[in-house]
């Protein structure tokens, strides 16, 4: 069974810009979660899907947003990006919240 | 909200038992415990999770307390690539929270 895949994995953007992140959960999995890991601030809880709801969502602005669609694939986006955006983003998938999660890669984004 | 506070580093030595406990005092009645390893540019894995007591499986060993305020991972006889960054990770309905995590060194 193919583990979850994020892509891109890389990425370079310039302050102001935009981006999008899509995260391919594991089959079966209706689950999805969005985590931010920073050298300072660790891993960081964005927010979580199920079933194309938002169950939970974590201590950011609202220019981090999400989505996940009906296949249950995953989508998030930050607008207006700032030097302080640079992270690893992550994302897990699990049949259910709260039950075992399995980890992306992760994104990498770096703002200049 | 639970939060969890675990120790920033633990040294330990190859074929050791590690012990790596997570304190999370206000822990809801619904809440799971749930630990995960990272290593470098690698996503966190699966450990382990509990509700209560003792739970055991093929890496590693969970304890909880009847009081749930704490839980302590138990690494048997560690290995050199158990290096790597242990987190405690306290669920509930609202928030999934993780700890600062543990940087576990094994050295030969």
């Known amino acids: 069974k193919a583990g979850v895949t994020q892509t891109p994995r890389y990425l370079i953007k310039t302050r102001g810009q935009q981006v999008t992140l899509s995260c391919s959960p594991i089959?079966?999995?209706?689950?999805v979660s969005w985590y931010q890991q920073t050298p300072g601030q660790g891993l960081q809880f964005l927010f979580e899907?199920?079933?194309?709801?938002?169950?939970n969502k974590g201590n950011f602005p609202g220019r981090f947003s999400g989505r996940q669609f009906s296949n249950s694939r995953s989508e998030m986006n930050v607008s207006t990006l700032e030097l302080g955006d640079s992270a690893l983003y992550l994302c897990?998938?699990?049949?259910?919240?709260?039950?075992?999660?399995?980890f992306g890669p992760g994104t990498r984004l770096t703002v200049l | 909200l639970a939060k969890t506070t675990q120790p920033i580093s633990m040294d330990s030595y190859e074929g050791q038992e590690v012990n790596i406990t997570c304190s999370h005092n206000?822990?809801?009645?619904?809440?799971?415990i749930t630990w995960y390893q990272q290593f470098p540019s690698q996503g966190p894995r699966f450990i382990i999770q509990?509700?209560?007591t003792k739970v055991t499986n093929e890496v590693a060993s969970l304890f909880i307390p009847a009081d749930r305020k704490s839980s302590t991972l138990s690494l048997p006889r560690v290995s050199l690539s158990d290096t790597a960054v242990y987190y405690c990770?306290?669920?509930?309905?609202?928030?999934?929270?993780f700890g600062a995590g543990t940087r576990l060194t094994v050295k030969p």
């Open positions: 897990a998938s699990s049949l259910v919240p709260a039950h075992e999660q399995f």
């Open positions: 089959s079966g999995h209706r689950s």
């Open positions: 899907y199920f079933s194309e709801t938002q169950r």
């Open positions: 206000n822990i809801a009645t619904n809440d799971y």
């Open positions: 509990g509700y209560k």
């Open positions: 990770l306290v669920y509930n309905n609202n928030d999934m929270r």
